[in-house]
């Protein structure tokens, strides 16, 4: 359409100016081809710049897509983001809370700690008690052994073997004297035999001031009432009592070592029913043992904490 019209100028020009020279019609079209060459180069630069519109409008498109991706993108970011922050703010209350756990964990642990060292230093004081304990055991195991095979030695010689025995029960030594062998006949009245015998046992008491001598008396269940005893507690009671003041006054034994004691006709040996039984319960207990201050001390936990 341009070069329709660019056309028609020049003929219009060239009726119009029919007049016109040769030489200005050379420098028409020389014009004319100039104008023609600025027109095909104006194409071109249009077609260009029309290539260069479309793909700025592609660059353009493509570029809103991403930022539309980014966007999006961006979006997703910020959600994780914000889950990431709450995860940190429950991983930061979790922390707290197992460091207060911590901490409680750490006082519980010192407490334990002190509760365990308390405990094992209780259980070595206790240890300590306990081998104290098996000490004395020994110790007065040693002791009544020796005892036992000194009295055995000494007190049979001239005596019937029932008429004395000599035990070690437990902690204590014991000698168990026959009624018939000690006393005059229905009364508490020491023999002249007894005193041999309580003169041997009180050899031994005097070598040992560590111990202490019970004397217990016995009798039989058959009753018995005169105007020096009104039963069998009191004959008990006379018969212990006779033997403590002969170990005292004919033997020098000292009185602070000496307990007197009746027991009656209660733990019987054997069964009254027979003549046999009931001398067997006529007695008189004689048992040596040591000190209880000695063992008093030993069931004294701040004593036995000090050793």
């Known amino acids: 359409m341009k070069h329709s019209l660019l056309l028609l100028l020049i003929g219009l020009y060239l009726t119009s100016s029919s007049c016109v020279s040769k ?5 028409v079209q020389d014009d004319l081809a100039k104008v023609q060459k600025d027109l095909g180069d104006c194409g071109v630069d249009l077609n260009r710049y029309m290539n260069q519109l479309t793909a700025c409008q592609q660059e353009k498109e493509r ?52 509760n365990i060292q308390e405990t094992l230093q209780q259980l070595e004081s206790k240890d300590k ?47 168990n004297l026959s009624d018939k062998m000690l006393y005059k006949s229905g009364s508490a009245e020491i023999s002249d035999r007894a005193n041999e015998v309580l003169a041997k046992i009180a050899t031994i008491i005097e070598s040992r001031p560590d111990i202490e001598v019970l004397v217990e008396g016995y009798t039989d269940n058959v ?49 009254n029913d027979t003549a046999e039984g009931r001398s067997t319960n006529r007695r008189t207990r004689i048992i040596i043992m040591p000190k209880l201050d000695q063992f008093y001390d030993l069931l004294n936990k701040d004593m036995a904490g000090g050793q």
């Not at 030489?23 to 420098?27: E, G």
């Not at 036992?148 to 035990?167: F, M, R, T, Y």
């Not at 009104?230 to 002969?246: E, F, I, Y």
């Open 223 to 271: 009753p018995i009432q005169n105007e020096c005893i009104k039963d069998n507690w009191d004959l008990s009671v006379k018969r212990a009592t006779s033997v403590v003041r002969a170990l005292q006054k004919n033997h020098n034994i000292d009185p602070n070592r000496l307990i007197a004691a009746g027991r009656g006709e209660w733990n019987a040996l054997a069964s």
């Open 63 to 114: 570029l809103m897509n991403s930022l539309q991706s980014e966007q999006t993108n961006l979006k997703h970011r910020e959600e994780q983001i914000n889950d990431l922050k709450e995860q940190i703010s429950d991983a930061r209350a979790q922390r707290d809370i197992q460091l207060q756990q911590v901490e409680g964990l750490t006082q519980l642990s010192q407490s334990a700690t002190k």
């Open 23 to 27: 030489k200005k019609f050379l420098a």
């Open 129 to 175: 008690y306990i081998h104290l304990l098996q000490a004395a055991k020994n110790r007065t195991d040693s002791i009544n052994l020796a005892l036992a095979v000194n009295l055995k030695s000494v007190l049979p010689q001239g005596l019937d073997d029932d008429d004395v025995e000599v035990k070690v029960d437990k902690t204590v030594v014991f000698i």
